[in-house]
């Protein structure tokens, strides 16, 4: 079955202590988007302005990724992020953004979107993912990404989103900020009564931990020996996570949300190999599942 | 088989946010010998002042550890760690140490000593780590812990002491300065070039890796909803996995070291749900192992 994903499409330039990488292809739509695609039919919905390159959009195409919800507003600037990272690859700061058309950017789904049974909201703002989740015609699961920023300026459509959601994705130190919990597996049950039945925690090279009704589940990340650029790694987990369940053909998604994260986890590693999306490009099916077997050695005790 | 232990046997004063906790028992010797004692018979050698309490070495005996090797300075002071927690109870700092008997101590082990299978040289200065291991006779497996004070102190003792020992532990800190590779994955290869065969990073509550012979190993730690105090769970790990080593009947150290991780992560886990060696004391075989089966269905994918 098919995937609905809708987050911001951008172009991203990012300098590390080695290089500068001007305008690729980036935002979470992009990245879980292409993610998504190595599993399962995904539609992405995003908006982009009229200096967003031709070679991204046929990037996107040859992916398969249906592009009927992508807005193009051609007298409008593409979202723009602009950002350095540290020589060790995990503290990362940004200099300039531009909004640009997704500053006052509303999505209209087309018709035939509102039935996809599998939605990812991907990072943008909450009150975004609310418009596109208020157009859906009960989905059979819906999961929702966020980051820092959102807590700090949009708390209040954030926790009227989260009523509606079946699963939350965010980061450690996110959980700690949004129940004010230093304690991340106590936090967890904070943020159940909060609204989503499922909760899943990222922690980069940590790997990451799922809390539903099945319990715990403490999910190894894939070990790499070197990270390039892990801008969009949690994009591609949570987009690869959507598309492996949305690509099984029986069972319920709590059978199989743990090889998901598995399957995220491997799709997130090959991000982080390359700038943009040029690594998570270059993998296949083979090379996804070779690495998962990897981690299935890795893991077993 | 039995394991022997060095390392420091210590008074703790551990100030919190919350409580004040003078003069607990502690020591990386002390929180090693105990989680060893659950898997296998445990020789504890250490020193101690004219101040050490009755009641610890009672404690010790109690849990069945051979104090042979003990030494006892009736004019000496012992060893004495202040420090306090921040409200996070991750970041410590010492507010004062007293080296006391440890300054001058030349450990001599008692000569039934020698033959002792396996050896865990604790976290102490790694000339003393290296005294003790040169009066041993052909173990079996020998660990060495270490910490970030020795790198800084006394590395040309330590990278002396790695030529000689099986597996090196220390925390992912740690190695980066070690190696001064920020990827920890790709610091475990130099590591094994400075000596030993396997190497153990510990990542507290994201738990641990081992890299050796078989590959590479990605070990949770149990998720606990409450930390009290982590002093002494590095130690702790350590200490239950040669213990629990040690107790293995048949097969070689390789085959059993990854369920040794495991009951090392459980045992440190029990450690940090009270202060000093309080809450490991009530563990019990099967509290510990009700944990390693509940880590197992934590872990299953």
């Known amino acids: 079955m098919s995937v609905l994903i809708v987050g911001t499409t951008a172009l991203d330039s990012i300098n590390t202590p080695k290089a500068k990488n001007p305008r690729l292809l980036g935002g979470s739509a992009s990245h879980a988007a292409l993610a998504a695609s190595f599993f399962a039919p995904t539609k992405l919905v995003g908006v982009v302005g009229g200096d967003f390159p031709a070679k991204y959009l046929k990037l996107y195409a040859s992916r398969g990724i249906d592009l009927t919800g992508l807005e193009r507003v051609k007298d409008g600037q593409t979202f723009h992020w602009h950002g350095e990272y540290e020589v060790n690859m995990n503290n990362r700061r940004t200099l300039n953004t531009v909004l640009g058309v997704i500053e006052n950017w509303s999505p209209k789904l087309p018709g035939e979107y509102e039935r996809t049974p599998y939605v990812l909201l991907a990072n943008i703002a909450p009150a975004i993912q609310l418009t596109v989740l208020e157009q859906m015609s009960k989905p059979k699961f819906v999961i929702a990404d966020t980051m820092d920023l ?152």
Chains 1, 2 share one sequence.
Request: net charge positive; charged share 25%.
């Open 150 to 301: 959102w807590l700090n300026v949009a708390l209040a459509d954030l926790l009227k989103l989260l009523k509606k959601v079946d699963c939350l994705v965010l980061n450690d130190s996110e959980a700690r900020q949004l129940t004010e919990d230093d304690n991340v597996v106590s936090a967890l049950a904070k943020i159940h009564k909060l609204g989503p039945r499922y909760v899943i925690i990222k922690k980069g090279e940590h790997g990451s931990l799922l809390s539903g009704p099945g319990g715990l589940f403490v999910a190894p990340a894939y070990p790499l020996k070197k990270v390039v650029d892990p801008t969009g790694a949690g994009d591609s987990f949570v987009g690869g996570l959507l598309g492996y369940v949305a690509a099984q053909r029986s069972g319920s998604v709590e059978k199989h949300l743990r090889r998901a994260m598995i399957h995220g986890a491997v799709v997130a590693s090959f991000c982080c190999e390359g700038f943009g999306l040029s690594a998570t490009l270059k993998a296949t099916k083979a090379t996804i599942n070779a690495r998962v077997r990897e981690l299935e050695k890795l893991a077993r005790f």
